[in-house]
């Protein structure tokens, strides 16, 4: 142990020595005779002009983020900031109140010891030569001063019973204004002087007592409770005259709320208009009666916390009686018109300088998210339960002037009835909805705005997914799909019911939810700051919305995927599994004795008689939005193109046999490809992805043909021909009559070539 100590009291003594070393050697360099102070201070502070820059907008910087961060700290410790205020202003009460009574006992004290030396000396005294002249003293008339002096205590007690404030307050003043000058001119006895004083504390404290007990009486009320709260101030009680201020005026209300009782039968809104006409009304009238105290800080600090206790207290009732049950049971709209209420009485109090509506919506957003989440579930179940039993028949809104089927056409050029053509499932889903969206002040205000979106477009997805459902064949990838709502779905047998499933799904993304969620938007909300606000809150919502509609025609984009995978399945397989397309159809033509007439495989003619059945379907479902219609013949179409330009199988059969492509193979490949690309030209749903894959399969395909050592371009017709054919197919596939077609048309002739004439362009 004792080894342990040497150690540890030894190094603290190495490390001076070692310090000490360094400075001595360090100031070395002023004990030299050729010391240059100009020099060494030039070495030093060798900076140059940007250096020094550098350095200033270095210090600028860290002066700033010093103030940042004073700031942040006074804010995040505010409250305990304005408690400590408070507790000094209260020690500053009490200080103040210790040294007067300290300053009234050691007068006391020193009149006592003059008294007791006076007295000791007296005798001698008496018995000098001066004896005579000390009788003559004390035998005097007493001055006016000392007449008042003695008097003043009774007066004070008359004025006090009397409860003459006023007078008091003007005589307590004199009274200290004559201890004072006693003070400077001795013309008081010590003794005198004590008395003086002890009477005037006292009496100051006897009147500080009856003015608070004044205070605090119910009866007590304006003007007569304003004089007394000032005549404390001027006491030099202000402390306790603040607090028996508000005391005052929370005593007032919380007796005027004995006649405000809440039942289970009561209306919300009205119960939450009368508190808070009650509370904030207190707290308004406290507000104003604090004139008396004028701007200090740490009486406005106290005004603060006991303001945001009451609304605390308030909002903890508005909950227990009006929110609780709204909320619970999904209704949004009562229980934002109790949020409101409340607010519209809060904010008035923000031209008095109390900005207590942030406390109110922090204590109100829990009962408001659970408002908004039950009916957002209420609207999901009640979709999905009205899905369960949708004949996926496209009707007008219940209740319009629309007649079921076709509008009249002096309503042909208004968009709004066919863009309100629905299923029942979607109606109840839109309807829903626009209620939903009736008040969404609160909402905004407690910055609600964007979880609300994100709970709409929760349960729009969950609606997608029970139309995903009703299509045939998604029944078996109903476990993909989460969500808890009721998977139980009536499937949409036929063409329109499934392009009414589209239907669906596409107005309510493109346009009904957008339209109803603009009222999210403060522009369409009620407002009433100035336009500078409007417009800055108006470009930070809308980047918002617009990405909450990206993401609904994200929605329909799966709808619409899975539309056109099944109806592509439906097109490339049998129901054995077996393919319609396939390597054979081409490779299999070359080497049979038989005349080909010239027309498109019989896959393709599906795949169009299908587009023309759907285009036909969506015209009618898609009137104002043929755009979508376009856009989803244009996907279908990309769908089998895509399956075959991705068919492996099929290539390698092309590529690496049984046997290779031949001519008329290639010929027919093209054919086909070149007939799919006319119909969806003229169909205007040529896209610039389709027209990529076609060029790729055409490559592939004359690829795979040049491999056997032949050249395509030299077995291939001109375009015209098969565009001519082409032609041809697709006015006989539309159902035109022969007579409708030209008969002189080259492909009359050329459709008729035999095998023979074909080959006859020529090979390697």
Known sequence: MATAKTGRSTRPTTAAKENGTKIEEGLNVFKSDRFDADAFVQSKCSLNDKEIRQLCSYLLDLKRASAEEMRKSVYANYSAFIRTSKEISDLEGELSSIRNLLSTQATLIHGLAEGVRIDSLSPKVSEGPNANSLLNIEDREPSDLEKWSAEFPDHLDVLLAEKRVDEALAALDEGEQAVAEAKETNSLSPAALTYLQTAIVERKQKLSDQLAEAACQPSTRGAELRAAILALKKLGDGPRAHSLLLNAHFQRYQYNMLSLRPSSTSYGGAYTAALSQLVFSAIAQASASLRIFGKEPAYTSELVIWATKQTEAFALL??????????????????????????????LLEARGLALCPVLLKLFRPSVEQALNANLKRIEESTAALAAADDWVLTYPPGSNCQSGWPSSASLGNTTAFQHKLTSSAHRFNSMVQDFFEDVGPLLSMQLGGQTLEGLFQVFDSYVNMLIRALPGSMDEEADFGGTGNKIVRIAETEGQQIALLANASLLADELLPRAAMKLSPSQASYKDDHRRRTSDRQNRHPEQREWKRRLVGSVERLKNTFCQQHALDLIFTEEGDSHLTAEMYINMDGTAEEVEWFPSPIFQELFAK???????????????????????????????????????????????PRPLGPLGLQQLYLDIKFVICFASQGRYLSRNLHRVVNDIIAKAMAAFAATGMDPYGVLPDDEWFNEICQDAIERLSGKSKADRDLNSPTASVSAQSISSVRSHGSY
């Not at 949004?332 to 409340?342: N, S, T």
């Not at 990309?638 to 290539?651: A, P």
């Open 318 to 347: 508005v909950k227990r009686h009006a929110l609780a049950s709204s909320a619970a049971a999904g209704g949004l709209r009562a229980a934002a018109e109790c949020v409101q209420i409340a607010l519209g009485h809060c904010s």
């Open 611 to 657: 587009l023309n059945s759907i285009a036909s379907l969506a015209a009618d479902m898609f009137v104002g939005r043929e755009r979508f219609a376009t856009l989803l013949l244009m996907r279908l179409t990309e769908t089998v193109i895509i399956w075959l330009s991705e068919d492996q199988s099929f290539w390698d059969d092309i590529e690496e046999g």
